[in-house]
């Protein structure tokens, strides 16, 4: 069983900072890749970032270098660092972990107004 835990979300005005944590509960499963999805309402829910195990990185074309998305493996760690945030980065921002079984966190809320 592999428990995902967020925190960092909330409330900043457009071109402000945040970012997210989530740590996995797990001393049995290898994390192969770790990442961030997000779901604005009435929208599907999108990738963001994922960092591989090996530091294989990806991030969505949306981010267009505002994120940062760092791992922290003897912790079971991911942060996703969020720069010059827009309007539109407004969604609920999901944590998810791959050990061959996909595992997700309960969410984060992220509202930047402008």
């Known amino acids: 069983q592999v428990q995902l835990v967020e925190s960092g979300g909330g409330l900043v005005q457009a071109g402000g900072s945040l970012r997210l944590s989530c740590a996995a509960s797990?001393?049995?499963?290898?994390?192969?890749?770790m990442g961030w999805y997000r779901q604005a309402p009435g929208k599907q829910r999108e990738l963001v970032a994922y960092?591989?195990?090996?530091?294989?990185?990806k991030y969505a074309d949306f981010v267009g270098g505002r994120f940062t998305i760092t791992r922290d493996n003897p912790k079971n760690t991911v942060y996703l660092r969020m720069n010059s945030l827009e309007p539109e980065d407004t969604a609920v921002y999901y944590c998810?972990?791959?050990?061959?079984?996909?595992?997700w966190g309960q969410g984060t809320q992220v509202t930047v107004s402008s």
């Open positions: 960092k591989s195990i090996g530091g294989i990185t």
């Open positions: 797990t001393s049995t499963f290898t994390i192969y890749d």
């Open positions: 998810d972990a791959d050990t061959l079984q996909r595992h």
